[in-house]
């Protein structure tokens, strides 16, 4: 293997620097290195500017002749034994790889954003563990790569993929939590969306920053105070009178049913006659393709009979989120408790006391789905098979017990051992 720099001397006052690499018969091309120098300072014995040239940068320049020899003859060599095809533009691509330089329509190739903005256009041909990368997901990236943009404005720069290190993590946090008022649940999801970003960015051989993987380029997070209802609580919005409102009526079974299901509310609210299979729910979550089997609740079976097995009208989740508030209200579930209440003015969520109907969500269905199984002396791992949870670090997440709650279940089992 050989390569050697080389200038032609023409009309114009500066001259381009050439390489040349060849191995055998193999391979044998020449391209542009884009350093250009007068004829007079460049040596043609030594390959390199003149050591006692005027060019204040003669030093660095040489330096980038040195790099980019052992640069093609580390990426020739691993090319060429991984049988990787050495095309005619070869040599033009691996000098631009080593200078950072792209063509315009592959600035992808380089730049961070772009990447991002090139990905996320192409995710929906994307298959993830043999399945497709996920709707929800795909609005994700794209709201993290707006803020990404809306970020790049305000530093006023264009990151590289080198970039990507601990100072860019720190000025990226600061910005959405000093300057957009995120919270830091928010912020630290766009971290973790970044580090799959980056993690992709690294398949695809270009060359990342390898900071992304230290473990301060973390994602925030705050803790979060979520309620959730016990039965008595579910018992008495069940058997309230809500006849004179027929969306209250219907915003109220759907409740029940998301509270005696576990589901989240884009599945539950698409619950078919389909899906009742005998005394079971048989469904396939959209948020993780999870294929759940669930006894029905006995109030799921008088709202369907109720309805002649007609299920309540599916409406929006904004709207239900809206409509269960007014529910607990008029079912007097009033009790003071400390949660987080999103604050219209700031966009951030506050903690303090507030009515419980206000903290009322479609993710209390969840919760106390799962809480009040687990209170009822339930495993964890049974409780895990009806709620799709892969892990028992995030169903523990969705136990929301109070500690007096707490203080009776351990109380309780304190007594059967001593019985």
């Not at 609740?297 to 904004?318: A, T, V, W």
Request: hydrophobic share 30%.
């Amino acid at each position: 293997m050989n390569v050697k720099y080389f200038i032609v001397k023409g009309k114009n006052k500066y001259s381009s620097v050439y390489v040349r690499f060849w191995d055998s018969k193999r391979i044998d091309q020449k391209t542009r290195t884009g350093i250009s120098v007068q004829f007079n300072d460049w040596s043609d014995n030594k390959q390199r500017i003149k050591a006692k040239t005027k060019i204040n940068n003669k030093d660095f320049l040489n330096n980038q002749l040195e790099g980019l020899e052992r640069f093609i003859i580390d990426n020739y060599n691993t090319d060429y034994n991984n049988k990787k095809h050495i095309s005619g533009k070869w040599l033009k691509e691996t000098v631009q790889r080593f200078f950072g330089r792209v063509e315009k329509n592959e600035t992808h190739k380089i730049y961070f954003v772009d990447w991002i903005e090139a990905f996320t256009e192409n995710a929906h041909k994307i298959h993830y563990n043999g399945k497709p990368i996920k709707a929800r997901s795909i609005n994700n990236y794209k709201t993290t790569l707006n803020i990404l943009k809306e970020f790049e404005t305000h530093k006023d720069t264009k990151y590289r993929f080198e970039d990507i290190d601990l100072g860019f993590h720190r000025d990226f946090i600061h910005y959405c939590l000093e300057e957009k008022k995120f919270n830091p649940n928010t912020t630290g999801n766009f971290i973790s969306r970044i580090k799959t970003f980056c993690r992709n960015i690294e398949l695809d051989n270009l060359p990342i920053n390898p900071k992304f993987k230290h473990r301060e380029f973390s994602a925030p997070k705050s803790k979060t105070f979520d309620i959730y209802l016990n039965d008595k609580e579910i018992n008495t919005i069940y058997n309230f009178d809500f006849s004179k409102s027929q969306k209250f009526d219907n915003a109220r079974d759907l409740f029940i049913i998301g509270l005696r299901t576990g589901l989240r509310v884009s599945d539950f609210m698409r619950i078919k006659k389909e899906n009742i299979l005998g005394n079971v729910i048989n469904i396939t979550t959209q948020k993780t393709n999870e294929n759940l089997t669930i006894p029905i609740h006995p109030q799921f079976k008088e709202i369907l009979n109720k309805r002649n097995g007609n299920f309540p009208r599916e409406i929006s989740s904004q709207k239900f989120n809206l409509y269960i508030k007014d529910i607990c209200e008029e079912a007097k579930i009033n009790d003071q408790v400390y949660g987080s209440l999103l604050n219209s003015e700031t966009n951030r969520k506050d903690n303090g006391i507030y009515p419980k109907y206000k903290l009322v969500s479609s993710h209390t269905c969840r919760r106390s789905f799962a809480t009040n199984l687990f209170l009822g002396g339930f495993d964890n791992f049974t409780i895990m098979k009806a709620t799709g949870h892969r892990s028992e670090k995030q169903f523990i997440n969705y136990i929301k017990a109070s500690q007096d709650e707490h203080i009776k279940k351990l109380s309780e089992y304190w007594e059967k051992q001593k019985n």
